[in-house]
């Protein structure tokens, strides 16, 4: 499986900004997909999480109320939308995915087998 991040850029503090992940698989179906970030210097950590067949999602408490994350079917897609964004939210992010065939902590990376490239967001304040 091979995931196609995209979408970064260079916002001032307040803006918005939607990322994209794009499968090669004909489609997600019966996969989680989420986002991590990380900033220099810093470890990476979980933003959220969509089950694609249920649209169950899970944010990480930062992003919470200012993140959205959704799907679209016809365009293997998954979606996040970052409003209000801060210069906190600077950072590379990765989209990930894992099959769900099992209860997981999503918020770990261990339990993530597929990884996209990462794209660089930048808030500037």
């Known amino acids: 499986v091979q995931l196609q991040a995209s979408g970064g850029g260079l916002v001032q503090a307040g803006g918005s900004l939607r990322l994209s992940c794009v499968t090669s698989r004909r489609t997600f179906s019966n996969f989680a997909v989420a986002w991590f970030r990380q900033a220099p210097g810093k470890e990476r950590e979980f933003v959220a999480t969509i089950s694609w067949s249920a649209g169950r999602t899970y944010f990480g408490n930062p992003v919470k109320g200012r993140f959205t994350i959704s799907r679209d079917g016809a365009q293997n897609t998954v979606f996040l939308q970052m409003n209000s964004l801060k210069p906190e939210d600077t950072a590379v992010y990765y989209c990930?995915?894992?099959?769900?065939?099992?209860?997981?902590?999503?918020?770990?990376?261990?339990?993530?087998?597929?990884w996209g490239q990462g794209t660089q967001v930048t808030v500037s304040s």
């Open positions: 990930a995915a894992r099959k769900e065939d099992s209860i997981v902590d999503v918020t770990r990376q261990r339990w993530y087998d597929y």
